[in-house]
């Protein structure tokens, strides 16, 4: 009888703790659920937060697309006003060619005619102009020859004054002439360095423009990894709260197999007081509980200081029958010295010039063909001499 009792009492107090048990386990269970649940809050909201963070992006992009719209007109822009200053710039430059050119051909005409007066003035220093004339007028032999050596006397007192007048018209000319090229030199210069600086700016728009789409690339690239970083986070926690309901699903069903179990050891036991029987305490079965671990997955001049324009051409040791210039040098021996041939007529021999595009030089050699403002460059080579080709250039005489 005393071991029926405290079989009794063991079972009854087995009986009242599975009820606390399992709503401790199960409250546990619905503790976890419900973080969970605020987890799967909280990442929902984040994601939604950098969904619009994305949208402002693209609405980012769309701006910095019209921008960079904007900077290609600029750049097309700029490209063709880079054309057109280099098209103006190859314009000047064959106007100065062009000028040169004709103050070559002035300067041989002031040449040639300055040979014709200095003619005359050495036939005036020996008889004076009105003696001349007075000669001519007595000598006459009629009255009527008399007025054809009037007309005469004065056709060519008019010649000598004409010959003045345009050798001044002329040196006038040459000078303008100076005068044009220097402003379009000045005018070349100033345009070549609007052309360098509108080639940093074209430059400054294209890096500008690059910058900003690779910043806001790396922007979008950034945000597209936290979102995709948060999706699987949230698909993640949805797997766990699954996991989650499935095991309070599967608590709850043994708590109600617990029930059943339960009434039939009360029924039991009221059988056993009856029959003063003992009745083998009811085993618990084992629970089983499921456990899944998550992991997170993670994800960057001809005298000294005169000014020339001649056309020049070149040659060299290997081009001539004689080694030795004009004035004694050897150009054999020494091919890369810097010397031109020149007429000492318009450039005294023995000279220093400075010639445009070869440097300072001697004039030290003639040259059958160097008449008028014409020189002729040494080069070291017969090579180097077909390079130079014929130009026309600015020199200076030095002295």
Same mark, same amino acid.
């Given at each position: 009888? &005393?071991?029926?009792?405290?079989?009794?009492?063991?079972?009854? $107090?087995?009986?009242?703790?599975?009820?606390?048990?399992?709503?401790?386990?199960?409250?546990?269970? =619905?503790?976890?659920? =419900? !973080?969970?649940?605020?987890?799967?809050?909280?990442?929902?909201?984040?994601?939604?937060?950098?969904?619009?963070?994305?949208?402002?992006?693209?609405?980012?992009?769309?701006?910095?697309?019209? =921008?960079?719209?904007?900077?290609?007109?600029?750049?097309?822009?700029?490209?063709?006003?880079?054309?057109? #200053?280099?098209?103006?710039?190859?314009?000047?430059?064959?106007? $100065?060619?062009?000028?040169?050119?004709?103050?070559?051909?002035?300067?041989?005409?002031?040449?040639?005619?300055?040979?014709?007066?200095?003619? &005359?003035?050495?036939?005036?220093?020996?008889?004076? &102009?009105?003696?001349?004339?007075?000669?001519?007028?007595?000598?006459?032999?009629? *009255?009527?020859?008399?007025?054809? &050596?009037?007309?005469?006397?004065?056709?060519?007192?008019?010649?000598?004054?004409?010959? #003045?007048?345009?050798?001044?018209?002329?040196?006038?000319?040459?000078?303008?002439?100076?005068?044009? $090229?220097?402003?379009?030199?000045?005018?070349?210069?100033?345009?070549?360095?609007?052309?360098?600086?509108?080639?940093?700016?074209?430059?400054?728009?294209?890096? %500008? !423009?690059?910058?900003?789409?690779?910043?806001?690339?790396?922007?979008?690239?950034?945000?597209?990894?936290?979102?995709?970083?948060?999706?699987?986070?949230?698909?993640?926690?949805?797997?766990? *709260?699954?996991?989650?309901?499935?095991?309070?699903?599967?608590?709850?069903?043994?708590?109600?197999?617990?029930?059943?179990?339960?009434? %039939?050891?009360?029924?039991?036991?009221?059988?056993?007081?009856?029959?003063?029987?003992?009745?083998?305490?009811?085993?618990?079965?084992?629970?089983?509980?499921?456990?899944?671990?998550?992991?997170?997955?993670?994800?960057?001049?001809?005298?000294?200081? %005169?000014?020339?324009?001649?056309?020049?051409?070149?040659?060299?040791?290997?081009?001539?029958?004689?080694? #030795?210039?004009?004035?004694? /040098? =050897?150009?054999?021996?020494?091919?890369?010295?810097?010397?031109?041939?020149?007429?000492?007529?318009?450039?005294?021999?023995?000279?220093?010039?400075?010639?445009?595009? /070869?440097? #300072?030089?001697?004039?030290?050699?003639?040259?059958?063909?160097?008449?008028?403002?014409? $020189?002729?460059?040494?080069?070291?080579?017969?090579?180097?001499?077909?390079?130079?080709? !014929?130009?026309?250039?600015?020199?200076?005489?030095?002295?």
């Amino acid at each position: 009888m &005393r071991a029926l009792k405290q079989t009794i009492a063991t079972v009854g $107090i087995l009986l009242l703790s599975l009820p606390i048990t399992y709503v401790a386990k199960a409250e546990s269970t =619905n503790d976890t659920l =419900n !973080r969970a649940s605020e987890q799967l809050e909280q990442n929902q909201q984040t994601i939604l937060q950098k969904e619009k963070e994305q949208q402002a992006i693209n609405e980012e992009v769309n701006t910095i697309q019209q =921008n960079v719209q904007a900077l290609d007109q600029e750049i097309s822009s700029s490209e063709q006003s880079l054309a057109d #200053v280099e098209t103006k710039i190859s314009e000047i430059q064959k106007l $100065i060619e062009q000028k040169k050119e004709e103050i070559v051909l002035l300067q041989d005409k002031v040449y040639a005619r300055e040979d014709i007066m200095e003619k &005359r003035l050495v036939a005036l220093q020996h008889s004076d &102009r009105t003696t001349i004339v007075i000669d001519t007028l007595i000598n006459s032999e009629s *009255i009527g020859n008399f007025f054809e &050596r009037v007309g005469a006397v004065a056709t060519i007192l008019d010649a000598d004054q004409n010959i #003045v007048e345009q050798q001044q018209a002329d040196i006038n000319q040459i000078e303008e002439e100076k005068k044009e $090229i220097d402003k379009q030199e000045q005018l070349l210069v100033s345009q070549q360095a609007e052309l360098e600086t509108k080639r940093v700016e074209l430059e400054q728009k294209r890096i %500008k !423009r690059n910058q900003a789409l690779v910043a806001l690339q790396d922007k979008y690239q950034s945000l597209s990894a936290e979102i995709t970083l948060a999706e699987k986070e949230k698909s993640t926690i949805q797997s766990k *709260i699954s996991t989650i309901q499935d095991q309070i699903k599967k608590e709850e069903e043994a708590a109600k197999a617990r029930a059943v179990e339960l009434a %039939k050891a009360k029924k039991a036991k009221e059988e056993a007081v009856v029959q003063q029987t003992v009745a083998p305490p009811p085993t618990a079965p084992k629970k089983q509980t499921t456990t899944q671990t998550t992991k997170k997955d993670s994800d960057t001049s001809s005298k000294s200081g %005169k000014e020339l324009y001649v056309s020049a051409t070149a040659y060299s040791h290997e081009d001539t029958k004689n080694d #030795v210039t004009y004035l004694g /040098y =050897n150009i054999k021996k020494n091919p890369n010295m810097k010397l031109i041939a020149v007429d000492p007529g318009v450039i005294p021999l023995g000279s220093k010039v400075w010639v445009e595009g /070869y440097g #300072v030089a001697i004039a030290g050699d003639t040259g059958g063909a160097i008449i008028g403002h014409k $020189i002729d460059v040494l080069m070291p080579s017969s090579a180097k001499a077909l390079q130079w080709g !014929r130009k026309t250039v600015k020199i200076k005489i030095l002295d």
